[in-house]
Nanobody
Framework: QVQLVESGGGLVQAGGSLRLSCAASGRTVSSYAMAWFRQSPGKEREFVAA????????WYASAVKGRFTISRDNVRNAVHLEMNSLKPEDTAVYYC???????????????WGRGTQVIVSA
């Protein structure tokens, strides 16, 4: 079993930045793909970014490409999401996910965190 705990969410003004972190425990995830998703009120959960287990490949949703950067620290068993130029439409609960075999934009990741709230004020 893998437990994921997100942190770093909060309230920020439009144009500001936040850095989300996700710490994994229970098992090393250095060989797992990791991803971030988000869900806004009344909307389905959507893909934000993913990173391969080596860290060499990354994948971004078009809405965040160029503003968000995903990275991983396999020594600390963690993944991060640097969010810049934040917009009110980025307001959502952000979830971390990981899977030993799956790497993609779908919801097929096996392990999920409980999320961290990001609110971007206009």
């Amino acid at each position: 079993q893998v437990q994921l705990v997100e942190s770093g969410g909060g309230l920020v003004q439009a144009g500001g930045s936040l850095r989300l972190s996700c710490a994994a425990s229970g098992r090393t995830v250095s060989s797992y793909a990791m991803a971030w998703f988000r869900q806004s009120p009344g909307k389905e959960r959507e893909f934000v970014a993913a990173i391969s287990w080596t860290g060499r490949d990354t994948w971004y949703a078009s809405a965040v490409k160029g503003r968000f950067t995903i990275s991983r620290d396999n020594v600390r068993n963690a993944v991060h999401l640097e969010m810049n130029s934040l917009k009110p439409e980025d307001t959502a609960v952000y979830y971390c996910a990981t899977d030993e075999h799956y790497y993609g934009q779908g919801n097929m990741y096996e392990y999920w965190g409980r999320g961290t709230q990001v609110i971007v004020s206009a």
